[in-house]
């Protein structure tokens, strides 16, 4: 909120004690180890390239996915009527989707954004909204 009020966006690291820029170099290097970098498909903001992992073929015996035949669809489309790509890039508060405490709501989510307890608009729903 005080970026926004300040006409900022940038990153801040709000652990500066225990996280550095640069990282943890052991877990750097161990993410390195097991995982390459692959183009991802996310919900509501479309695909990004590099942005996600993808096991290394020797530790393909691990990947859940394929040790449980379970299939992850890569072509989510959006609920009718849902903003929640627009509210990920705040584009639109949540509040400014015409499904927010609507048809969507805590308790009856229809969106990604209202699913998780950690959604934007799931937060603003439950907890309120304040004008920024």
């Not at 498909?41 to 096991?55: A, F, M, V």
Request: aromatic residues 8%.
């Amino acid at each position: 909120i005080k970026q926004i009020k300040e006409g900022r966006a940038e990153i801040e690291n709000t652990y500066q004690r225990a996280v550095k820029p640069e990282g943890t170099p052991r877990a750097l290097q161990l993410l390195d180890e097991a995982f390459v970098k692959e183009d991802a498909s996310w919900r509501g903001i479309g695909t990004i390239p590099k942005s996600g992992l993808q096991l290394r073929p020797e530790y393909q015996q691990y990947d859940a996915s394929k040790k449980h035949d379970i299939l992850v669809e890569d072509n989510y489309s959006m609920p009718a009527g849902c903003k929640c790509g627009e509210v990920l890039r705040a584009m639109i508060y949540p509040w400014d989707c015409p499904l927010f405490n609507k048809g969507c709501n805590p308790d009856n989510p229809v969106g990604p954004c209202m699913v998780s307890h950690e959604g934007s608009c799931y937060i603003a729903a439950r907890y309120g909204v304040e004008e920024i």
